[in-house]
């Protein structure tokens, strides 16, 4: 079955980097996207950005465009969140999902999720 | 950006019961809608794709409808594993969107 497996949880200080990890197995992987979504804590889902695991082309939300970066290593059918300067309010569950190839449009299949807390 | 909004916030209801969850968009998005269920500590799942296709290994008593602003999320016959948060998500517009949530609670 499809799956996606996220790193683990983190604690990082304000203006820190993290980098968040989610491994996929059994489905092609450069025939989908990865998208990341956010939830912080008791609130509702917040949609960070898309890449192509085809051709690694990217969307990002406007509010994360000067922070994120996401990257994918299609030799691990991996996928990388890297989101710098770290503020308090960025403490959050942090999901990867699959996605589309072309385009975000479904999230059919979610990571864990990584707990990144930004603390000082 | 297209706004969305979920009703209701909550709701309570028993096994057995059917329920109706709205989505509304601020503006028109043909059928660009899904629906997503999360249960707590747990990554959200998706339900129905495309405003009313079931998502494979859904219970067929989950169902979508709606096209253009006004979307629904009915479940008949309420199972006790269904209560949970449920989350619309267009992707018309970037960035994709969340309505924020409609947690199905028991009474």
């Known amino acids: 079955q499809v799956q996606l497996v996220q790193s683990g949880a983190e604690m990082k200080k304000p203006g820190a980097s993290v980098k968040v990890s989610c491994k996929t197995f059994?489905?092609?992987?450069?025939?989908?996207?990865v998208s990341w979504v956010r939830q912080a804590p008791g609130q509702g889902l917040e949609w960070m950005g898309w890449?192509?695991?085809?051709?690694?082309?990217?969307k990002y939300a406007h509010k994360f465009q000067d922070r994120v970066t996401l990257t994918t290593d299609t030799s691990t059918s991996t996928a990388y969140l890297d989101l710098r300067s770290l503020r308090p309010d960025d403490t959050a569950m942090y999901y990867c999902?699959?996605?589309?190839?072309?385009?975000?449009?479904?999230?059919?299949?979610w990571g864990q999720g990584t707990l990144v807390t930004v603390s000082s | 950006d297209i706004q969305m909004t979920q009703s209701p916030s909550s709701l309570s209801a028993s096994v057995g019961d059917s329920v109706t969850i709205t989505c509304r968009a601020s503006q028109s998005m043909s059928s660009f809608l899904n629906w997503y269920q999360q249960k707590p500590g747990k990554a959200p799942k998706l339900l129905i794709y495309a405003s009313h296709s079931l998502h494979s290994g859904v219970p067929s008593r989950f169902s979508g409808r709606g096209s253009g602003t006004d979307f629904t999320l009915t479940i008949s016959s309420l199972q006790p594993e269904d209560f949970a948060t449920y989350y619309c998500q267009e992707y018309y517009s970037s960035p994709p969107r969340f309505g924020q949530g409609t947690k199905l609670e028991i009474k």
């Open positions: 059994n489905y092609t992987f450069n025939n989908w996207g």
């Open positions: 890449i192509s695991g085809y051709n690694g082309n990217t």
């Open positions: 999902a699959r996605d589309q190839k072309y385009s975000t449009n479904w999230f059919d299949y």
